[in-house]
């Protein structure tokens, strides 16, 4: 049976459609063997790659606690996260430090000066700095899981010797997909690379949001390949470039260096203009065309240790807060004896139980190999952003009046950890992508077994007439057709996967599992049935098919990492919550599956999309003078209410850079060229200064 993809799906508009062409090019050919939740999609459990917990060898293990003792030593008597904060900027010698440490160079093989460690060493590092400092763990992030990471990965011989001692012992690198007009959408790239004659290429755009671009030494630059049409002489995209970049190179003009912002403010984000810079063939990494695959692929790292730095930091408010639920008396009592504050302390304590066993499961696939994991790394970013925070901002209530206060550190955590939701694929790309990615091989299935049994009215009698006899006799469709139809029509569902491998005591909440797997299939393809090609638009119901594939991934992770405590002998008060912890989470979230399901059959959509529909044209009402617009809205730049600057920080911009000036603490107008003092000479790194004398950026 041919596989006519889903972008061929009748009734789907011209936009979606190109948007479902453009997922499918992004993902590039799928991987030979369906990875855990494609399966969970299907119905089916691969019980061999989550069981026994994925664990690193002793050896790794020994060298990364080494490291971690060291950093933890740095992070908790030098680091200085209060000022980071306040100062927007984090020094250089905390850099500095960093890459002595070999904490920048981590997943750099050893030969090229890294330290060569595994994805799940990688991400416990990244864990310990978001408990201390979000800001840091965001910079060390951006560096090796996106900035330089398409090197690693991709680079050739001849690249990884002349970039990576570089990027794994002095400098920052930076990770340049985002543009004006390129945010969510990362496959309309409009800036543009153009081969010459002999082979190299010539680069223009503008790219935004680059963090550490003003810092570093190396760029991945993504950008349309357009390639001239021999017969046509017209230039014409043929896919996506990823460009190694330098900031030396001519034409590369870092003209806004970072902007104040909410939180991690001590990382900068840089706007880049690429004038007719002409890159060396050289620089290309991977092939010609594939540059969005290896977008993606690095992406792939940056949502686990993303994930890595909101897990430390949700750890750390979670035993804040109740501490102080323990310790803050109300009405003659700690508060902790409230029903109400105890139901966050249940949920927080089993929200970081599953954020653990996610991100260790996930970095422990990326270890070994697996290949078939975006829908995996896309639902931990997704549960670990979104219940990380609201971890947080749990308590921030518990804490009350004062968990707002500044010198409690918390509300600076919760200003940090808010951007994960936004970054890395905001989470509503995102559960659209895991509904969407997830169940894409079974939708393509019933989309073929649809096609080639039922009438087609763009087609003539006899065509339709051959076709279907022709699928009706033959045994491979009908095999695939007379099931979906049983489960379609009659709600038989195929049988529950087996759950075997788990430990004695945790048979009662495999069977949970295995009974939900089995509605989460069954339920995808009624959801399907329900909505027909409307549900490619109608995003509620894929969020609800996508939050339930997330609980299930908690809920699967948690089993396994539960039964690897189970039969590795642990006890204690630290187990005892653990486990109490372990058996919440299934409970509370069987409950909310079974919510989604309801909702899948009897919800507010019709409603919710009137009111939506209401309210944008209400708003349409409304001035667009006197709101903040987008610079690249199509209705122009200056369509909006313009953007105030004074009162609010401004970076030093046009060519300076940060790391050579010397300022005093919370100066902040712009300098001038001529201000900046020369670089301190040699280049060799300086003594660790104490903060306060190092100065702003
Ligand atoms: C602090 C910071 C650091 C960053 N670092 C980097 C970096 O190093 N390199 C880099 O290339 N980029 C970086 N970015 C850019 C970041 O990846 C983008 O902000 C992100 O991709 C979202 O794009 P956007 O901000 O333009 O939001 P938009 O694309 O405008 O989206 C706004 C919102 O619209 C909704 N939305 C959009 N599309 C859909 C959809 N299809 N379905 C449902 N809802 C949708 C979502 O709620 C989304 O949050 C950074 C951004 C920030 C703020």
């Keep these: 049976m041919a596989n006519k993809g889903l972008s061929n799906i009748k009734g789907v508009s011209k936009q979606d459609k190109e948007m479902i062409e453009n997922i499918e090019t992004m993902m590039g050919p ?19 790659l989550v069981f026994p917990y994925p664990r690193e060898s002793k050896e790794e293990r020994d060298t990364c606690d080494a490291l971690l003792e060291e950093l933890e030593d740095y992070l908790e008597n030098e680091h200085p996260a209060v000022e980071i904060d306040q100062e927007e900027h984090i020094p250089e010698w905390c850099i500095e430090r960093l890459f002595d440490m070999g904490v920048m160079g981590m997943i750099i093989p050893e030969e090229y000066g890294g330290l060569g460690l595994g994805v799940t060493s990688y991400n416990r590092v990244l864990e310990l700095i978001g408990k201390h400092c979000a800001s840091t763990a965001v910079m060390v992030s951006a560096h090796q899981s996106i900035g330089c ?31 004006p007009n390129v945010g969510s959408d990362a496959a309309g790239q409009e800036s543009f690379s153009v081969k010459t004659e002999d082979g190299d290429y010539v680069l223009n755009g503008e790219k935004k949001w680059s963090t550490s671009g003003a810092l570093s030494g190396l760029f991945t630059v993504m950008c349309k390949n357009m390639v001239k049409n021999p017969d046509t002489g017209e230039l014409e995209q043929k896919g996506v ?40 063939k050289e620089n290309m990494l991977h092939k010609e065309g594939r540059g969005l695959n290896v977008a993606l692929s690095c992406l792939n790292y940056g949502r686990c240790t993303l994930s890595a730095g909101v897990t430390g930091a949700a750890k750390a408010a979670m035993d804040q807060g109740i501490k102080w639920a323990q310790t803050r008396y109300q009405f003659k009592r700690p508060i902790s004896d409230f029903e109400l504050v105890r139901q966050k302390v249940a949920r927080m304590s089993a929200l970081v139980y599953a954020m653990d066993a996610m991100l260790y499961m996930m970095t422990g696939m990326l270890d070994r190999g697996d290949k078939d994991i975006m829908v995996e790394t896309a639902i931990t970013k997704v549960f670990c952003s979104h219940y990380g925070w609201e971890v947080i901002n749990e308590v921030m209530q518990i804490m009350g009046g004062e968990g707002y206060m500044t010198e409690h550190e918390l509300e600076r955590s919760w200003r940090d950890n808010r951007i994960h939701a936004i970054v890395e ?99 995808f393809k009624m959801a399907s049935k329900w909505e027909r090609e409307k549900i490619v638009e109608h995003q509620a119901q894929q969020a609800r098919v996508a939050d339930n594939a997330i609980y299930l991934y908690a809920m699967i992770t948690s089993l396994s990492k539960m039964d690897d405590q189970l039969r590795t002998g642990e006890y204690g008060p630290e187990f005892e919550r653990d486990r109490a912890a372990f058996e919440y989470l299934f409970d509370w979230f069987e409950n909310k599956i079974h919510e989604n399901f309801g909702q899948l059959r009897h919800n507010a959509d019709d409603s919710m999309r009137k009111a939506a529909e209401a309210a944008l044209r209400f708003n349409d009402t409304l001035p667009n003078k006197d709101f ?70």
């Design 425 to 523: 694929g905001s989470n509503e790309v995102m559960q659209s992508f895991i509904f969407a990615y997830g169940g894409k091989k079974l939708a393509e299935q019933m989309v073929s077994v649809q096609d080639a049994l039922t009438w087609d009215t763009d087609e003539g009698i006899s065509d339709n007439l051959s076709r279907i006899l022709t699928a009706a006799t033959n045994p491979t469709v009908m095999s695939k057709a007379l099931p979906l139809a049983g489960q379609l029509f009659m709600g038989i569902k195929p049988k529950a996967p087996e759950v075997r491998s788990v430990h004695p005591a945790l048979r009662s909440q495999a069977q949970t599992l295995s009974t939900l797997i089995q509605k989460h299939s069954h339920y």
């Design 149 to 179: 990471k398409a090197l690693v990965m991709f680079g050739n011989e001849e690249q990884k010797d002349e970039y990576l001692p570089m990027v794994a012992r002095e400098k920052l690198s930076a990770f340049c997909l985002s543009e």
């Design 30 to 48: 799928e991987p030979e063997d369906m990875g855990l939740m494609k399966n969970v999609f299907w119905g089916r459990f691969r019980e061999d």
């Design 241 to 280: 470039n990823a460009l190694i970049c330098t900031p030396d190179m001519e034409g590369v003009e870092i003209f806004e260096k970072n902007r104040s912002k909410t939180g991690i403010r001590g990382t900068w984000q840089a706007r880049i203009r690429f004038n007719d810079v002409r890159v060396p």
């Design 628 to 697: 903040y617009i987008h610079e690249g809205s199509p209705l122009g730049r200056d369509a909006g209410k313009e953007t105030p600057t004074e009162h609010i920080k401004q970076f030093p911009g046009d060519g300076v850079d940060p790391r050579t000036q010397d300022r005093a603490p919370g100066e902040t107008d712009e300098l001038e060229l001529e201000d900046v003092p020369a670089a301190s000479g040699d280049g060799a790194p300086e003594e660790p200064k104490p903060a306060a004398e190092d100065g702003v950026a």
